[in-house]
């Protein structure tokens, strides 16, 4: 049996709907949130076998998972009080209108070492427009009183508007530095579909302005001593234990709506129905060389590069051939 170390879970819920995001979600509700959780209880049996392992990374992620409130958020931390390594990394994303003191208080119960937090855009025109109004004190002060529960600490930043100039960018980038936080997210808008932006006749900006910003990014996070170690993250000294486990395509449970696994030789996606829930809607059964493909396309994605040592003990096959 596969000695999985890693789980990802999925919390469909927002207390706000941003415009340009397609993440599995919908607006928190009392009866939606019970009938997920029964589910949720239904899919787990499923995997029961692996819950007596020991877990390296744990992973809540959203959607928002601090949008469902103490109570509920204590029945998904109690499903998830797993058997833990000595270095554990155990993350939970919060929308930062969420956190509050209980909130904080209630992960560090469960073992919580590391929260995520979306800043992505301090300035009001761009707030507004991806209807994300979040005033600037308000943001510092809950960032802040995360600091005092939490020694590692993401925030996401987002960049790449259209007509966003690079001191627009370089606000909101002193802001996130301005916290000394632990480690950086970067991301450029990507207009998804079946969002309303898309449907606003919002048009991206252009790709080569869109990769100057992100050289920008790079310099000056870079010069203040973050390493970049993936295209779209940056550590001080803690790297995400937990996202390295998908670049190095090491398997992982995927548990909730829309989340993603893989187990053996299957990488799996949930629906993203919450009345067919947990009915898998992707079972990819991988042969040697679709490993060898997704070791290669999730490898590349760190800045390192693919390891060819662990590629020729892993396949017993010479990467240049
Ligand atoms: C699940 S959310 C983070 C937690 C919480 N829900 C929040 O928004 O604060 C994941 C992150 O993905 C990024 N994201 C979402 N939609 C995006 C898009 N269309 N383009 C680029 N980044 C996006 C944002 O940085 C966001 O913080
Ligand atoms: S960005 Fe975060 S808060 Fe906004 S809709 Fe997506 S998951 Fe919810």
Known sequence: MTNIKSIY??????TNICNYCDFCKMYYNDKFFELYYLKLLEEIKKYKVYLNN???????GGGSPSSIGINN???????????????????????????TEDLLKLLRKYGVNRVSIGVETINKKYQKLFNREIDKEVLTSKI?????????????????????TIKELEDDINYILSFDIEHIS??????????????????????????????YVKQKLESIGYKHY??????????SKHNLVYWNNEEYLGLGLSASGYIGDIRYTNTRNLDKYPLNIENERLNKKDKMTYFM??????????????????????IYM
């Open 186 to 215: 970067t991301y450029s808008l990507i207009l998804e579909n079946n969002t309303y932006l898309k449907y606003s006749n919002y048009k991206e900006i252009d790709d080569s302005i869109s990769s100057q910003m992100y050289f």
């Open 297 to 318: 396309i999730l490898g590349l994605r760190k800045i390192e590069g693919i390891n060819i040592k662990e590629f020729e003990k892993l396949f017993n096959k010479n």
């Open 73 to 99: 958020l204590e029945k998904i931390l109690k499903i998830l009080d797993l058997k833990k390594e000595d270095d554990y990394e155990y993350t939970v994303e919060l929308m930062p209108l969420d956190i």
């Open 230 to 239: 993936e295209l779209s993250n940056y550590a001080k000294n803690k790297v």
């Open 9 to 14: 879970l999925h919390v469909p819920f927002c």
């Open 54 to 60: 020991t877990f390296k990374t744990i992973y809540i």
């Open 144 to 164: 802040n009183l995360t600091k005092k529960y939490f020694n590692n600490i993401n925030l996401d930043l987002m960049y790449a508007f259209k007509d966003q």
